[in-house]
């Protein structure tokens, strides 16, 4: 049997790619699901192209992306659901950064951010996790119990079943060796929201209804209509799901 401890060198190598604050914020953002060009990449980073361009083949070279040549441009894209699971779970162990004086647009981008957003291919933010709750409340889930009740994540039960089919939700597709649901932890909120190829269907499911919209970068909304929807599907008041205010966010000039 190979000693866990052989493994050093290998996870080493891979905790030197995300040591660099140019390919950790290139990583972030292809949390968002898309291909995104090196050039694209390089703005976002604030740095050269020739410079992103060697961190991008870094992350290829290490397995975390996948790269597309398509005509004259290299479009880039985390290598999977389990990269954007890594990458996802790091930043909510990554202690909060001390909140900068930032103008009163920025601030409502940040707060637009936290609310709801997308996590690679599912919902995250303060709405990702309100929606876990829901169907945890509505016995939608159930939170199994591992070895001496050591908390094993989430299963879908009967009544989540129905409760999905009766949106239309998918669960018989394809999904190789991807779980159907598993918690994911939420860098803003420090709590567990739903991934695995449940929340991906859910999500896909959501904008098909025009429930939800996509907003800036990795940012979506729900709509007028979409936020009581939801709110009866789950059995929530509609405030219960309402994004903050202005006067709740603060801190920035305008």
Not at 61 to 86: D, F, I, K, M, W
Not at 181 to 190: H, M
Not at 195 to 218: C, E, H, I, K, N
Not at 225 to 242: E, I, T
């Amino acid at each position: 049997m190979t000693s866990p401890a052989g493994g050093g060198p290998a996870l080493a190598r891979l905790a030197g790619l995300l040591a660099d604050d140019t390919r950790a914020r290139i990583c972030l953002t292809l949390l968002d699901g898309r291909a995104w060009t090196v050039g694209e990449l390089a703005r976002l980073a604030g740095v050269a192209p020739s410079t992103a361009s060697e961190h991008v083949s870094r992350l290829v070279r290490g397995g975390l992306l996948t790269e597309q040549r398509q005509g004259r441009h290299r479009y880039l894209r985390l290598a999977g659901p389990s990269v954007a699971q890594l990458i996802e779970d790091l930043a909510g162990y990554a202690p909060p950064p001390p909140p900068p004086v930032r103008s009163l647009r920025a601030a409502r981008a940040d707060a637009a951010l936290a609310y709801a957003r997308t996590c690679y291919d599912h919902l995250a933010g303060r709405l990702g996790v309100r929606v876990r709750d829901a169907m945890l409340a509505r016995r939608f889930l159930d939170d199994a119990a591992g070895p001496a009740l050591t908390p094993a994540g989430p299963v879908l039960t009967p009544a989540g079943q129905e409760w999905l089919t009766a949106l239309a939700v998918p669960l018989d597709a394809p999904r190789g060796r991807r779980p159907l649901v598993r918690d994911c932890l939420d860098w803003t909120e420090r709590r567990p929201h739903l991934a695995g190829a449940l929340a991906a269907g859910l999500l896909r499911r959501l904008y098909d209804l025009g429930w939800l919209v996509p907003g800036v970068g990795r940012a979506v909304r729900l709509t007028p209509a979409g936020r009581p929807a939801l709110a009866a599907a789950l059995g929530l008041d509609p405030a219960d799901l309402a994004p903050p205010s202005v006067s709740d966010i603060g801190g920035g000039r305008a």
